[in-house]
């Protein structure tokens, strides 16, 4: 069974930092690349981060740019998300997803969430004091 489960959300004051795991199970990240999105209540999903599969190119949303770092490790079949100076406003449901393509200059702009066909089931960040 093809999974991504995402782990590292909680309650943080503003200010905090938390890193998001996003762990593949039942096939391998090498060769796909891998996005974060968040969805906050009453509002549409945003696209806010994208790491391609080769050279481990990133792309970051101007919302969240300077804050939060992608990062891969393929050896651990992961990505993650580390996310520093936490906002309120960035109190949301984060989810990553994955889409096989060898492009290394794919997140050279931020692909749409239906570019992608595998999904987690999403983890809660919650922002504040």
């Known amino acids: 069974q093809l999974q991504l489960v995402e782990s590292g959300g909680g309650l943080v004051q503003p200010g905090g930092s938390l890193r998001l795991s996003c762990e593949a199970s039942?096939?391998?990240?090498?060769?796909?690349?891998v996005g974060w999105f968040r969805q906050a209540p009453g509002k549409e999903r945003e696209a806010l981060s994208c790491?391609?599969?080769?050279?481990?190119?990133?792309n970051y949303a101007d919302s969240v740019w300077g804050r939060f770092t992608i990062v891969r490790d393929n050896a651990k079949n992961s990505v993650y998300l580390q996310m520093n100076d936490l906002k309120p406003e960035d109190t949301a449901v984060y989810s990553c997803?994955?889409?096989?393509?060898?492009?290394?200059?794919?997140?050279?702009?931020?692909?749409?969430?239906?570019?992608?066909?595998?999904w987690g089931q999403g983890t809660q960040v919650t922002v504040s004091s």
């Open positions: 997803a994955a889409h096989p393509n060898p492009d290394p200059y794919v997140c050279t702009r931020l692909p749409p969430a239906g570019r992608y066909i595998h």
């Open positions: 039942g096939f391998s990240l090498d060769g796909y690349v």
């Open positions: 790491i391609s599969s080769r050279i481990t190119y990133a």
